[in-house]
């Protein structure tokens, strides 16, 4: 099997968003202080950013398991078939 | 036919000899007659379908299974074996109405006769939907469906695994979805056969392996439409362990929105179909990323509001009177240093005017209380001239002393004669 990526960074995509909507309710409710402000905003924008960082590091790629006659797994790219209509079992 | 009508079969039989004594008298033995017996049963009745309640069953560990059928007035001991009861996808229990096919049968050792089961249908219900049910019932106490127990579906997973038939509808429709929505991810797909004898097993085996792998984010498992039959690898048991056990959140997709298999109810996430198993796993790309610049604007502009909002605030305090008046007067202190400076110079040359001033009256004064200034209006001093102390008494001298006299215009020493106190 192909060696993974390395993962992208800690932390997923989702809790990175969950962080900045977080901040934005923070600051939208005024009981921050501007250096607390300033804090937090600095927070979002680099919790963005690792958004960003984990959306560009993404890529396409469609590939099938199959077992060589060592019985280890290997991977190769995968092409639907636009003929084939059945199910097969 | 039921078991009464069975039994009354027997009246079909050949007859016996029935003379006692005589030539032609043969004894048979146990074994024989029972032989004969079983013969007649198993030709004279052979395979027969019969209906009735199941009652005293028995599973020994060999796997074979005892039990009697019985109606109302009858009954007759069913022997299923192991071989037959592997092929039964529901649970037998007592009570339980059933259908069975089978061969009526003489266990020679005991001489009771009995069927020997080879088909068991469930009465009134099918098969397939009373092992569903059978199964469902037992997870479910199992607590295996519960909301609790269900992981969360990752909003952007990195890696998908795929679990399907690489040629079905199915992974067409998954595929074309996720394509559509968020094309940019990594997908897995691990080839099973998705029906049929062992299609459980190896979907079963999938799970297991995407477990053991880094980086899956989440696993579909789907297949498209197709009979009950063609669905039953996911209502299997094995399956529904496995999809338990998985630590890959798991999303099930089997058939259409009416087929709801046992993988479907343990699964993490049940899409109803295939194409929502695609929307389920990954969102809108284009949403996303609005979301993004969106947030990044909302972030920033909630942080200028701030800024300006303080800003704001202290140009309202720097202007105000309170605050004004600390710095009035600060600066009226700065003008009058700023004057006293100025000053300073003139300042110092008319100190030192006044200075020069004073000095010169100063000295005046001073020329004016000189003895010197006496003495040139006539008058004389007289110091003793061996010490030349000031002789200011007739006490401060003697006869015959030496005084020193000063005048005007020099100094002359005389002696003293006589002194008149």
Request: proline residues 4%; hydrophobic residues 40%.
């Amino acid at each position: 099997m192909k060696k993974e990526k390395s993962e992208v960074s800690a932390g997923k995509f989702e809790d990175h968003l969950a962080r900045v909507e977080k901040i934005m309710e923070e600051l939208e409710s005024g009981n921050l202080d501007l250096e607390e402000s300033i804090g937090k905003y600095e927070t979002g924008i680099s919790s963005l950013k690792k958004c960003y960082e984990i959306l560009g590091q993404m890529e396409k790629r469609i590939e099938i398991l199959i077992k060589d006659e060592n019985g280890n797994f290997v991977t190769k790219p995968f092409k639907v078939k636009k003929t084939q209509e059945t199910e097969q079992s | 036919m039921v078991i009464s009508e069975t039994l009354n079969l027997f009246s079909d039989l050949p007859a016996f000899p029935m003379s006692i004594g005589g030539p032609e008298r043969k004894v048979l033995s146990v074994s024989q007659l029972t032989n004969r017996i079983k013969t007649c049963l198993e030709t004279g009745i052979g395979y027969v379908w019969v209906t009735g309640e199941v009652s005293n069953l028995r599973q020994p560990t060999s796997g074979h299974l005892y039990f009697s059928l019985k109606d109302e007035s009858s009954q007759i001991r069913c022997v299923l074996f192991a071989g037959s009861a592997r092929g039964i996808k529901f649970k037998i229990e007592g009570g339980q109405e059933l259908i069975i096919f089978g061969r009526v049968s003489l266990y020679a050792r005991s001489g009771d006769y009995q069927i020997i089961v080879e088909k068991v249908e469930p009465k009134g219900v099918g098969a397939l939907q009373l092992a569903f049910e059978q199964l469902k019932n037992k997870l479910a106490r199992e607590g295996l469906f519960e909301p609790a127990r269900k992981k969360p579906i990752p909003f952007l997973p990195q890696r998908i695994g795929l679990i399907t038939s690489p040629t079905g509808a199915a992974i067409k429709d998954v595929l074309n979805i996720i394509d559509r929505r968020w094309a940019e991810v990594s997908i897995l797909i691990y080839p099973v056969r998705v029906q049929g004898e062992g299609a459980a097993e190896e979907i079963s085996a999938a799970l297991k392996d995407f477990n053991t792998m880094p980086g899956i984010d989440v696993l579909i498992l789907t297949r498209g439409g197709g009979s009950a039959e063609d669905l039953w690898a996911f209502n299997e048991e094995i399956l529904a362990r496995q999809i338990a056990a998985s630590r890959i959140p798991v999303i099930s997709a089997v058939g259409h929105e009416i087929d709801v298999t046992i993988a479907d109810l343990v699964a993490d996430k049940r899409a109803l179909t295939p194409s929502e198993a695609g929307e389920l796993v990954v969102p809108v790309k284009d949403e996303v990323e609005k979301t993004l610049k969106q947030s990044f604007l909302r972030l920033t502009a909630l942080l200028q509001n701030q800024v300006q909002g303080a800003y704001h605030r202290l140009e309202v305090i720097r202007k105000s009177h309170t605050f004004r008046q600390p710095l009035d007067q600060i600066e009226e202190y700065y003008q009058q240093l700023d004057d006293l400076l100025m000053g300073l110079p003139q300042l110092v040359e008319k100190n030192i005017q006044e200075c020069y001033r004073k000095l010169q009256m100063g000295a005046g004064r001073l020329e004016s209380l000189s003895p010197l200034q006496v003495i040139k209006r006539g008058y004389t001093v007289t110091k003793r001239f061996d010490n030349n102390r000031l002789i200011k008494s007739v006490n401060d001298i003697k006869i015959n002393d030496e005084v020193l006299t000063q005048v005007k215009d020099g100094k002359f020493i005389a002696r003293v004669n006589k002194i008149f106190p």
